[in-house]
């Protein structure tokens, strides 16, 4: 399984991006995906997520600002991030809880991404 996280890059505030998170392999089923980031010498905090029933939970600061949606067939996770802050800047990580089939069973997992960078600055 992996998770391929694309979008990121260097905007300026008031600016906008979207990000994308593919997940490939062999996989039965996928539940809950989220965005995390982290900035540097801070822990990783979620972002945003989203479940398998379209239940979505947000960061209190970027509620409002940013929108999480998913491509249940295509199994790919969006972030549009609109009126970016320069405290927005961050790695930000694909997370995705699954169960892949392996041979003759089932393995459920939690998975990440590599992460992609958006930083903002003027």
């Known amino acids: 399984v992996t998770l391929e996280e694309s979008g990121g890059g260097s905007v300026q505030p008031g600016g906008s991006l979207k990000l994308a998170c593919v997940v490939s392999?062999?996989?039965?089923?996928?539940?809950?995906m989220g965005w995390y980031r982290q900035a540097p010498g801070q822990q990783r905090e979620l972002v945003a997520s989203?479940?398998?029933?379209?239940?979505?939970n947000y960061a209190d600061d970027v509620r409002g600002r940013f929108t999480v949606s998913r491509d249940y067939s295509e199994n790919t996770l969006y972030l549009q991030m609109n009126d970016l802050k320069p405290e927005d800047t961050a790695n930000y990580y694909c997370?995705?809880?699954?169960?892949?089939?392996?041979?003759?069973?089932?393995?459920?997992?939690?998975?990440w991404g590599q992460g992609t960078p958006v930083t903002v600055s003027s």
């Open positions: 989203l479940t398998d029933r379209g239940e979505s």
């Open positions: 392999g062999n996989i039965f089923s996928v539940d809950t």
């Open positions: 997370n995705a809880n699954l169960t892949e089939r392996i041979d003759y069973y089932y393995q459920f997992g939690i998975h």
